[in-house]
């Protein structure tokens, strides 16, 4: 994208320069340059004076050009999208520290910040000097570590997705009477609703900040460790080339047989099977199926990827796998004080509906609340109606009275 919208401002500013060697002046106002507006408002032209318009022109569109130029780094940086690997490659052959060494990828231009990519390679470089594993072990141990550290989450995380779960009955008959409270205006009868599903689910101890924190702190740490390492094999650091193993030797490189690729769907598909990472069912039926065939889906985007961050998404799906497969067990959520997930009886006796039910019910649910709120506006229109029309006739019955009274006392 920045690629095409650099060879359009070239191409216009190029044109431009032309038409100005050739002695057209004011070139530049009849050259259409496609220049994004907070550019071209932070350009201030000369005002016309002494000196040729040919140097005017070119001065004034190299003052373009470095504006471009500056802005495209500063988005380009800031999404994490640095296409200009030139100065960092640079910095690579010219560092006299060696990938075995801490500031090794300070010196070549990576860890420039707290960005969670930057932190994951961090960690990764003190992984790499301390332990000296090649780097396929550095990333695979990095990501299994991390897992580690924040399985404690998906522990209160499934622990509270449990409590809920045997409550939802209950929880789904007074958010509809809520909403259906809410629908009538009877506010006194949503708040003792409200009320009454907050002393619900604080008798049970369902949190739902619990519930969310997981899932966030997964995506953070998942969108770091792929911008890292998809970074560090841009460049590529010293070692990524030559410290694979198997048939994915040289890490920078796609694996050519796209084996990489495959194993790690097939393990995030299995996850998905089991449950995800809360080891949970989150979704039923087609749904579950629909995410079980997504990973294999996605390898149309992954196929060109080194295969440094396909080893790390093979290490994170089989975190995954092992995560859910603990969860999932009776006895070691029993040993930890986890509540129990609901069995197969239980499940029987309300079955979990899908994403796609849910939304249904949802749906009926909103059309039946604004059928009911239709009727009562309706309603209340028609009793508007009829106290205008009960009002203007007590007052044509009250001048009646009036004129009257006047015509007697007459």
Not at 91 to 113: A, E, F, I, R
Not at 255 to 276: E, M, T, V
Not at 361 to 368: G, I, V
Request: aromatic share 8%.
């Amino acid at each position: 994208m920045f690629a095409l919208r650099r060879s359009v401002l070239k191409a216009g500013l190029l044109g431009a320069q032309n038409a100005a060697r050739m002695g057209v002046r004011g070139s530049v106002k009849n050259t259409r340059i496609a220049v994004p507006a907070m550019t071209m408002n932070s350009v201030r032209f000369n005002s016309t004076g002494d000196g040729s318009g040919e140097s005017k022109t070119s001065q004034v569109l190299h003052n373009i050009e470095k504006i471009i130029d500056s802005e495209e780094r500063e988005i380009e940086t800031s999404l994490g999208f640095d296409e200009d690997l030139a100065a960092k490659q640079e910095l690579l052959h010219n560092t006299t520290l060696s990938s075995d060494q801490l500031g090794y990828l300070k010196s070549v231009g990576l860890v420039d910040g707290w960005w969670p990519s930057d932190i994951i390679q961090q960690v990764l470089e003190y992984v790499h000097v301390f332990s000296g594993l090649p780097w396929w072990s550095t990333i695979a141990v990095t990501t299994v570590a991390f897992r580690v550290l924040l399985f404690p989450l998906f522990m209160k995380s499934s622990d509270t997705m449990a409590r809920s779960q045997s409550i939802m009955p209950e929880t789904k008959r007074l958010r509809k009477e809520m909403t259906q409270a809410m629908t009538t205006g009877d506010r006194a009868l949503q708040q003792r609703k409200q009320m009454e599903l907050s002393m619900l689910n604080k008798k049970h101890g369902v949190k739902y900040s619990r519930m969310f924190l997981s899932p966030v702190t997964q995506m953070v740490y998942s969108v770091g460790s792929f911008f890292g390492i998809r970074e560090m094999g841009s460049l590529p650091v010293e070692g990524l080339s030559t410290q694979g193993t198997l048939w994915f030797e040289d890490l920078a490189a796609p694996d050519p047989y796209i084996g990489l690729q495959l194993i790690s769907a097939a393990l995030y598909s299995i996850a998905f099977k089991f449950g995800g990472d809360t080891g949970n069912a989150q979704f039923g039926g087609p749904m579950k199926k629909v995410f079980m065939v997504l990973p294999f889906a996605s390898i149309a985007f992954t196929w060109n990827m080194s295969a440094a961050v396909m080893v790390y998404f093979g290490a994170n799906g089989l975190c995954s796998i092992v995560q859910s497969q603990l969860l999932r067990n009776a006895a070691f959520r029993r040993k930890v004080g986890m509540f129990p997930l609901p069995t197969k009886e239980q499940l029987a006796k309300n079955p979990q509906k899908g994403m796609f039910d849910n939304f249904n019910d949802t749906w009926k649910e909103m059309q039946q609340n604004n059928k009911v709120r239709a009727e009562r506006e309706e309603e209340a229109m028609k009793g508007v109606e009829l106290a205008r029309k009960q009002a203007t006739s007590n007052r044509v019955i009250v001048k009646s009275k009036h004129k009257k009274a006047r015509a007697a006392d007459n």
